[in-house]
């Protein structure tokens, strides 16, 4: 009972923000942006905002969301992948300092003009969240001990 009444909240709740009404109306001008700039792209999903379009969708086995203005200039993207993606510089930084350990994710933010990088690292113990810029200037933003399986 308790899970489907999750579901209808959640339901409710996306409905409001236009993720599930599939009328909704997209500038043409964030529609021609993304189409110039994107080909070969699979589960394109749009939701709209308040003046602003977001876009979701996989390219080459690339989680992206991108936030368009109502005139259909970047603001913002949101990339997830792994270290097979990540730039050679802060790959290689982050190998040196945390030898050992696995790069799980990397989440890529753009905005500004500036690239921001946020690298989960894991060993047997633990999951550490590494914060880097495109110069490699990383730093270790948390720490997270995990939970041994057999407790």
Wanted: aromatic residues 14%.
């Amino acid at each position: 009972m308790k899970k489907l009444f999750s579901f209808f909240i959640l339901t409710g709740i996306l409905s409001g923000f236009g993720f599930i009404n599939p009328k909704i109306n997209i500038s043409s001008k964030a529609l021609d942006s993304f189409n110039t700039d994107f080909n070969n792209v699979r589960n394109i999903k749009w939701f709209a905002g308040d003046n602003i379009y977001i876009v979701s969708f996989e390219q080459n086995d690339i989680r992206t969301r991108i936030n368009y203005d109502k005139d259909g200039r970047f603001l913002s993207s949101v990339r997830y992948y792994t270290e097979s993606n990540l730039p050679f510089n802060v790959l290689l930084k982050i190998k040196e300092k945390y030898k050992g350990k696995t790069i799980k994710i990397v989440t890529e933010l753009i905005e500004d003009d500036m690239i921001r990088y946020s690298v989960n690292v894991e060993d047997e113990e633990n999951i550490y969240v590494i914060e880097s810029n495109s110069d490699a200037n990383i730093h270790l933003e948390r720490k997270y001990k995990k939970q041994n399986s057999t407790e």
